[in-house]
């Protein structure tokens, strides 16, 4: 049962890295400053221009593809480990 405790923690580790490099390219794309606007539904449809566009950029950054690469990973071997346990404890029922 650790092994499947120890793959899922993985999965969660590696969700938690991946979303801290989302929220460091949102972050930086929204930080930039775009001037002062009045139109509250503008500045609206800016900020959701800009949260799109970080997170185009951060599918292009290599290291949040190789985070995706690795969470992937994990989640299959969490899933992998969960199932044997699992068919383990069907076969000694």
């Known amino acids: 049962m650790e092994d499947v405790r ?3 923690n ?3 580790d590696r969700l938690v890295a991946l979303g801290l490099k989302l929220k460091l390219h949102a972050e930086e794309e929204l930080s930039a400053p775009e001037g002062t606007v ?3 539904c503008t500045r609206v449809r800016k900020a959701i221009e ?4 970080a997170f185009v ?3 292009k ?3 949040v593809k190789g985070d ?3 969470t992937v990973v994990a989640l299959s071997d969490a899933l992998d480990a969960t199932a044997t346990a699992v ?7």
Request: glycine residues 6%; charged residues 40%.
């Open 68 to 70: 995706v690469k690795a």
């Open 61 to 63: 950054d290599p290291a």
């Open 50 to 53: 800009g949260v799109v566009e």
């Open 10 to 12: 993985e999965v969660g």
């Open 6 to 8: 120890t793959a899922w």
């Open 87 to 93: 068919r383990q404890r069907v076969r000694a029922a």
């Open 38 to 40: 009045d139109d509250e």
């Open 57 to 59: 950029d951060a599918a």
